[in-house]
């Protein structure tokens, strides 16, 4: 079941149409929360497809272009082990969607920076991060 976020509250009734607007344009953002606009940027096609169609032009071989994303838990117990400080900058190589970098400067309040070579995803990481104010969140 899918449920969408719109100021923190659970709004399944809006389902048929925002699958309608899917429909009509390939991305959407939410500004009001950052796991609904997260879930709404990639409700029309899936990181996996993207990485499919993008990788093709990749300047790496295929068998390396690998997707995969870390639990937020487990960067979290990870991150918690490095006793980090206000003065530290997290940097994700290989980011993909972007949601660790979220994560980790919402969770632990510092500067972070995505790296990514699949566009699609750098550039909606980066609407993401506008929207929503994140001065110090940063994809490249």
């Known amino acids: 079941m899918l449920i969408i976020f719109l ?18 344009q390939n991305f959407i953002y939410d500004t009001t929360l950052l796991s609904g606009g997260y879930q709404l940027s990639y409700f029309s096609d899936g990181p996996y497809s993207i990485v499919r169609k993008e990788g093709k032009r990749a300047p790496v ?44 400067n919402q969770y632990f309040h510092i500067p972070a920076t995505g790296v990514d070579i699949i566009p699609t995803f750098i550039r909606r990481a980066k609407i993401l991060a506008k929207n929503l104010g994140l001065t110090q969140v940063k994809f490249i």
């Open 7 to 24: 100021a923190n509250k659970p709004v399944n009734k809006y389902f048929e149409r925002v699958q309608n607007i899917f429909r009509k």
């Open 61 to 104: 071989l295929p068998q390396n272009l690998t997707y995969g994303e870390t639990p937020c838990l487990t960067i979290r117990k990870i991150l918690q082990e490095l006793e980090l400080k206000p003065s530290d900058h997290f940097v994700d190589l290989g980011c993909g969607r972007g949601l660790t970098v979220f994560f980790v």
